[in-house]
């Protein structure tokens, strides 16, 4: 039985076996009060990221100067692409950080559909997010006037399993080149099977193309096992990567066919020679386009550093803790007072961040981060978004987040916030 | 009669109105001989970029995490953008800072492609970036089956005016849906009347794309008055943004048919209703696709600020007052030992960079590198270049590089270097 009361919280922390990763991050003592639980739009800031951008800006732009891109810059894409591969069952040269999260996956569905053709459609659901249905939309574009995106409908909660399926072996399959979805949906925190999913995309005859944005860096992930085809994610979310720091991007070793859309120069197999006729790079490399921002690119690294130290199944083991916890409060708490879970039940069917309904989801939001000290966020038109990094949260902030939670509505903070429009990505 | 004597130079550096501007850069005190003459590949570091990135990191993400993209951060690209559109003859929202120059190159060139249906002709040229040319290509390939790319050949020094003006009004004219040019040529300099180009180009009722790289914030530049249609340009050569900082992308307020072929949520409408169907942003912002990474967009800024504030009639007479002091010393004492200037001679078609030839450019290059810390970049086969940061280099500095490139070759400190290749972007 699980002992929900703020002394089984304390117990909890005293035996997590990540606690210490917490000191690993900056915070504002200024502001000891603050309860960060938004780490899935943006993570925190790495206390080993201050000494590193020192150094990229004083010593390797400040004193090397040009010098730099000989001395490692040039690399910097690959080999960090290299690190996060050991997150994601990847091997080297199959993911490198570029562009943004969108960029990589137009790209990446523009090679796709390429790599098809005569079937003309692109699958996904209405949990994906709606910027990477309006890329896919583009990349539809890109690839000819008969191409199109087919955005099946879900419960707002679960992945539209038995959907996919029937949409994959009904009439209209054999028409699917692409199958592309979130692993984790940016709303209710819906997690798919990576795995299984892959192998119908597959016995379908189409390829696969995972955004790992909200789950990269807190979800175990093996793209080699499922023989996924393409992958893109956000590194400034579990990863901690910095603010819009670039994407990652996984191609798969196995399909050499996969050609970049936007080849530039940062993708060819002869960037210094020159040349107007090069030919592309081997690997994820030739997906690279133009160069890098090199400051935000290098950052990625001490967050990815920490993950793989933490390990990923620590990560899991803390994050299903935390949400299990959260959730059951929840419903102890914060149902008598108007929410409503909107995030499975199931902790293997969910990433780490849980939705809750509130009919007065904006207000409550924004009492929440200026009031209450508890960032959270609002997706529209209903929910709170609660995120727990695992590095950085612990079984305490699960307990006084809900407390704080309870506390607004109930003095009425919610009141002063009505029609307050927050602008988070 | 110019006094090219070592007086002659220290003269001109007393009376320098921008000589104060040096030590808004980071110099390397425990490298005090280090000439920095590739401004042109990599601007210097302002010192105040150093105060600005504390504050982005320790206080910005580190404190206030994601509740600064309600602070600032979601407006970065458009208001830095406002200030470059100030350097370039731009009005407000017709600037933007995104990606690379490669992706916003890829953009606006299918952009322009789609507005003009019917024509199927990129016209470029052989001086421009062999970068540029392979996303020409991959715009075009993205546009439709029929569409092609035509490189025109020049002398390697000059643009080919008379050529672009046949291949425009002769035949096949009428196919010509875009003209995209680099606005200063990264190999020998050469600088295109930007307005008397694209009069002409409009004149066969094709679209202009400029690429600004290596003219922003070194070579006068009045977009508007020409009424040009699309420009991109680097922001971490003469702007001094850092290794591999946002591109820049212009669009033509009065262009409102030219449509993002790559849209994504930063681009739309309604960024924050996380609806599928959200329509374009007004302005250059409709180009923006996905989150940019603020670090590497945030520290454009400094470098934008000092150029604004040196004004560009004062680095325009002191970048050709360089250049044609370094031209001179070169036919003077660099001539003798096989050098020869590959850079146009007329002040008026240059920016501010000079490519010498050499047999052994790249063993020179190597050297004055590696040896003379004279830093230069080597561009194959056969040349040498040299950027004359205007913000930071002075006369003396001229005089000194050319003095070390006669030492090195005239004491054989190139035969060390041969078959050495050096990777600089």
Same mark, same amino acid.
């Given at each position: 039985?699980?002992?929900?009361?703020?002394?089984?919280?304390?117990?909890?922390?005293?035996?997590?076996?990540?606690?210490?990763?917490?000191?690993?991050?900056?915070?504002?003592?200024?502001?000891?009060?603050?309860?960060?639980?938004?780490?899935?739009?943006?993570?925190?800031?790495?206390?080993?990221?201050?000494?590193?951008?020192?150094?990229?800006?004083?010593?390797?732009?400040?004193?090397?100067?040009?010098?730099?891109?000989?001395?490692?810059?040039?690399?910097?894409?690959?080999?960090?692409?290299?690190?996060?591969?050991?997150?994601?069952?990847?091997?080297?040269?199959?993911?490198? %950080?570029?562009? !943004?999260?969108? $960029? &990589?996956?137009?790209?990446?569905?523009? /090679?796709?559909?390429?790599?098809?053709? +005569?079937? #003309?459609?692109?699958?996904?659901?209405?949990?994906?997010?709606?910027?990477?249905?309006?890329?896919?939309?583009?990349?539809?574009?890109?690839?000819?006037?008969?191409?199109?995106?087919?955005?099946?409908?879900?419960?707002?909660?679960?992945?539209?399993?038995?959907?996919?399926?029937?949409?994959?072996?009904?009439?209209?399959?054999?028409?699917?080149?692409?199958?592309?979805?979130?692993?984790?949906?940016?709303?209710?925190?819906?997690?798919?099977?990576?795995?299984?999913?892959?192998?119908?995309?597959?016995?379908?005859?189409?390829?696969?193309?995972?955004? %790992?944005?909200? !789950?990269?860096? $807190? &979800?175990?992930?093996?793209?080699?096992? /499922?023989?996924?085809?393409?992958?893109? +994610?956000? #590194?400034?979310?579990?990863?901690?990567?910095?603010?819009?720091?670039?994407?990652?991007?996984?191609?798969?070793?196995?399909?050499?066919?996969?050609?970049?859309?936007?080849?530039?120069?940062?993708?060819?197999?002869?960037?210094?020679?020159?040349?107007?006729?090069?030919?592309?790079?081997?690997?994820?490399?030739?997906?690279?386009?133009?160069?890098?921002?090199?400051?935000?690119?290098?950052?990625?690294?001490?967050?990815?550093?920490?993950?793989?130290?933490?390990?990923?199944?620590?990560?899991?083991?803390?994050?299903?803790?935390?949400?299990?916890?959260?959730?059951?409060?929840?419903?102890?708490?914060?149902?008598?007072?108007?929410?409503?879970?909107?995030?499975?039940?199931?902790? +293997?069917?969910?990433?780490?961040?849980?939705?809750?309904?509130?009919?007065?989801?904006?207000?409550?939001?924004?009492?929440?981060?200026?009031?209450?000290?508890?960032?959270?966020?609002?997706?529209?038109?209903?929910?709170?978004?609660?995120?727990?990094?695992?590095?950085?949260?612990?079984?305490?902030?699960?307990?006084?987040?809900?407390?704080?939670?309870?506390?607004?509505?109930?003095?009425?903070?919610?009141?002063?916030?009505?029609?307050?429009?927050?602008?988070?990505?």
């Amino acid at each position: 039985m699980t002992d929900l009361t703020p002394a089984g919280a304390a117990a909890l922390d005293a035996i997590d076996p990540l606690a210490g990763f917490r000191s690993a991050f900056v915070h504002d003592d200024s502001d000891p009060d603050l309860i960060y639980l938004d780490g899935n739009s943006l993570g925190r800031l790495p206390t080993a990221s201050l000494d590193l951008a020192d150094d990229v800006l004083r010593r390797q732009w400040g004193r090397r100067l040009i010098r730099s891109w000989n001395e490692g810059w040039f690399e910097t894409p690959q080999r960090i692409g290299d690190r996060i591969a050991e997150l994601v069952g990847a091997g080297p040269d199959e993911v490198v %950080l570029a562009d !943004s999260t969108s $960029v &990589v996956l137009y790209k990446a569905a523009v /090679a796709a559909l390429k790599a098809r053709p +005569g079937r #003309t459609r692109i699958l996904t659901d209405d949990l994906n997010f709606p910027s990477d249905i309006q890329v896919l939309r583009a990349a539809a574009e890109a690839a000819g006037p008969d191409h199109e995106v087919v955005v099946l409908p879900t419960d707002s909660i679960h992945g539209p399993v038995a959907g996919l399926a029937d949409a994959l072996v009904g009439q209209g399959g054999a028409d699917v080149a692409l199958v592309s979805l979130s692993h984790v949906a940016y709303r209710s925190g819906w997690c798919w099977d990576l795995a299984a999913t892959t192998r119908i995309v597959h016995e379908a005859g189409a390829l696969v193309l995972w955004d %790992l944005c909200h !789950s990269v860096g $807190v &979800v175990p992930i093996d793209l080699g096992a /499922a023989d996924a085809d393409l992958a893109v +994610g956000c #590194t400034y979310k579990y990863l901690n990567g910095g603010p819009g720091s670039p994407a990652l991007l996984y191609v798969n070793a196995d399909r050499t066919e996969l050609r970049n859309p936007l080849r530039g120069w940062y993708g060819s197999d002869d960037p210094m020679g020159f040349g107007f006729d090069a030919g592309p790079a081997d690997g994820a490399s030739r997906f690279l386009t133009g160069t890098p921002p090199i400051l935000s690119t290098a950052l990625v690294e001490p967050g990815v550093d920490l993950t793989l130290e933490a390990g990923m199944d620590r990560i899991r083991a803390k994050s299903v803790a935390l949400t299990e916890r959260f959730i059951s409060l929840a419903d102890l708490h914060l149902a008598p007072l108007g929410f409503e879970v909107r995030t499975p039940r199931d902790p +293997g069917q969910r990433g780490s961040h849980v939705a809750l309904f509130h009919a007065e989801a904006q207000a409550v939001s924004q009492a929440l981060v200026n009031e209450a000290l508890v960032i959270s966020d609002y997706r529209p038109p209903d929910l709170v978004r609660f995120g727990f990094a695992p590095l950085y949260i612990g079984f305490t902030d699960v307990d006084e987040a809900v407390r704080r939670t309870v506390d607004i509505v109930e003095s009425g903070g919610i009141d002063r916030w009505r029609g307050v429009q927050p602008v988070v990505p």
